[in-house]
Nanobody, 121 residues
Framework: QVQLVESGGGLVQAGGSLRLSCAAS????????MGWYRQPPGKQRELVAD???????NYADSVKGRFTVSRDNAKNTVYLQMNSLKPEDTAVYYC???????????????WGQGTQVTVSS
């Protein structure tokens, strides 16, 4: 009942920037933490950054100082501004939303389909 649609991925040269967006839609849910994960080729999916409703953020050590996660609660959208991109940032990036169903207060996790980010050297 919650759908996440990602956009903003693409091909960029090392040192460049990209801005990813993830818009959540649906009804009957309260969205709590939203985050970005990535899965490099041949590797496990890992947390990149997340953000709470109040705006508290958490980043993987590998992206601290380069990436910024933000959200617009009115638009149900989370963003990931990626600067100083490196080839090792190449991955499929996934949006995640931790949600609570309003009726019954059951917790759910939703994932976007992923968007490819490729950083050339």
């Amino acid at each position: 009942q919650v759908q996440l649609v990602e956009s903003g991925g693409g091909l960029v040269q090392a040192g460049g920037s990209l801005r990813l967006s993830c818009a959540a839609s649906g009804s009957g849910f309260s969205i709590n933490v939203m985050g970005w994960y990535r899965q490099p080729p041949g590797k496990q999916r890992e947390l990149v950054a997340d953000i709470t409703l109040s705006g508290s953020t958490n980043y993987a050590d590998s992206v601290k100082g380069r990436f910024t996660v933000s959200r617009d609660n009115a638009k149900n959208t989370v963003y990931l501004q990626m600067n100083s991109l490196k080839p090792e940032d190449t991955a499929v990036y996934y949006c995640n939303a931790d949600c609570t169903k309003i009726l019954g207060r059951r917790r759910y996790n939703y994932w976007g389909q992923g968007t490819q980010v490729t950083v050339s050297s």
